[in-house]
């Protein structure tokens, strides 16, 4: 079966003036793939990984353009251009996305970038967006496990913290005292479940949780040390600012890690800092290389 506004794997059947039509395993139908498309070396019964989507003609066609969305999911998006018929997106592809009026939350502006959810209109068969995206977001039977990797699109602030959404299915919030690097909207970001609500609501970090985060927390002190000549100026007692601006961690997270490398005796602490322990620390680099 092929799929509108996805990544379709199909064969090359036969050759025409205009392309190359393709067609899936089971032979249901045919699509064109332009000749401006068609990869050097391609040959009858070939397998080729495209993408099908709705030409300017309503035609369905095969690309090897990288759209910047696909079907279900979310992304941040440019308006090129606004009609009658409405707001025209930037994904990537020949032919615009199209915004309906009705899916826009306020009226779109050309130059502006806004989130959007990229559907199929069963009305038209076609690709749409829409700027209504909070619709789309699944609030309950949360199928996440606290701890659990995810990927974050990051979105809009709020008085908390940063919205995200995960995994192009839920709402997640990120605590503002718990970003300790520059992110924007539109970004992509690894992040970890921290707790799922009963009420749908999902809190999520960028840090992986408890003693599992310590290993790569402890490795970024220890490459701030070396960067360092060796040593930091941080104790118990320095600011939890100070600490998630030289860092990028929270002060719980810094006593955590420093405490790992004093038990594995790859710190010296002093009132005046964090000393490196110079050979241990050197075996453990070469490790972290292997």
Same mark, same amino acid.
């Given at each position: /079966?092929?799929?509108?506004?996805?990544?379709? =794997?199909?064969r090359?059947?036969?050759?025409?003036?205009?392309?190359v039509y393709?067609t *899936?395993?089971?032979?249901?139908r045919?699509v064109l +793939?332009p000749n401006?498309?068609i990869? *050097?070396?391609?040959y009858?019964?070939?397998?080729?990984?495209v993408?099908?989507?709705?030409?300017?003609?309503d =035609?369905i066609?095969a690309?090897?353009?990288k759209?910047?969305? /696909?079907l279900?999911e979310?992304?941040l998006?440019q308006?090129r251009d !606004?009609?009658n018929?409405?707001?025209?997106?930037?994904?990537? /592809?020949?032919?615009d +996305?199209?915004v %309906?009026f #009705?899916?826009q939350?306020?009226r779109m502006?050309?130059?502006?970038?806004y989130?959007v959810?990229?559907?199929l209109?069963?009305?038209t068969?076609?690709?749409?967006a829409?700027?209504?995206?909070?619709?789309?977001l699944?609030?309950?039977?949360?199928?996440l496990?606290?701890?659990?990797?995810?990927? @974050? @699109?990051i979105?809009?602030r709020?008085? @908390?913290?940063?919205n995200?959404?995960?995994?192009h =299915?839920?709402? $997640?919030?990120?605590y503002?005292?718990?970003?300790?690097e520059?992110?924007?909207?539109?970004?992509?970001? #690894?992040?970890?479940?921290k707790k799922? =609500?009963?009420d749908?609501?999902?809190? !999520?970090? +960028?840090q992986p949780?408890?003693?599992?985060k310590?290993e %790569?927390n402890a490795v970024?002190? @220890?490459?701030?040390?070396?960067?360092?000549? $060796?040593?930091?100026?941080?104790?118990?007692?320095?600011?939890?600012e !100070?600490?998630?601006?030289? +860092?990028? /961690?929270? #002060?719980?997270?810094y006593k955590k890690?420093?405490?790992?490398?004093y038990?594995?005796?790859?710190?010296?602490?002093?009132?005046d $800092?964090i000393?490196l322990? $110079?050979?241990k620390?050197?075996?453990?680099?070469s490790?972290?290389?292997?």
């Amino acid at each position: /079966m092929i799929e509108l506004g996805k990544y379709n =794997r199909l064969r090359a059947v036969r050759q025409t003036d205009n392309g190359v039509y393709l067609t *899936d395993q089971e032979a249901s139908r045919e699509v064109l +793939l332009p000749n401006k498309f068609i990869p *050097d070396g391609l040959y009858e019964d070939d397998i080729l990984k495209v993408f099908v989507f709705k030409d300017s003609e309503d =035609r369905i066609t095969a690309t090897t353009m990288k759209p910047k969305i /696909m079907l279900g999911e979310f992304a941040l998006l440019q308006v090129r251009d !606004v009609n009658n018929y409405g707001a025209f997106l930037d994904w990537g /592809m020949d032919k615009d +996305l199209l915004v %309906p009026f #009705k899916e826009q939350p306020g009226r779109m502006s050309p130059g502006n970038w806004y989130m959007v959810h990229l559907y199929l209109d069963r009305e038209t068969e076609r690709l749409v967006a829409s700027g209504r995206y909070q619709k789309f977001l699944q609030k309950d039977n949360i199928d996440l496990r606290d701890g659990q990797q995810v990927n @974050l @699109l990051i979105d809009d602030r709020t008085d @908390l913290g940063v919205n995200a959404i995960i995994n192009h =299915r839920y709402r $997640g919030l990120l605590y503002e005292n718990e970003i300790f690097e520059k992110i924007n909207r539109g970004d992509l970001k #690894k992040g970890y479940v921290k707790k799922v =609500r009963e009420d749908g609501k999902v809190d !999520v970090t +960028l840090q992986p949780l408890g003693y599992a985060k310590v290993e %790569p927390n402890a490795v970024r002190i @220890l490459e701030q040390l070396r960067a360092n000549k $060796g040593f930091l100026p941080l104790t118990d007692k320095s600011d939890p600012e !100070v600490i998630a601006e030289m +860092l990028a /961690m929270s #002060k719980k997270t810094y006593k955590k890690a420093v405490g790992a490398l004093y038990r594995e005796r790859l710190v010296r602490l002093e009132p005046d $800092g964090i000393y490196l322990v $110079g050979e241990k620390e050197n075996r453990l680099g070469s490790n972290k290389h292997r």
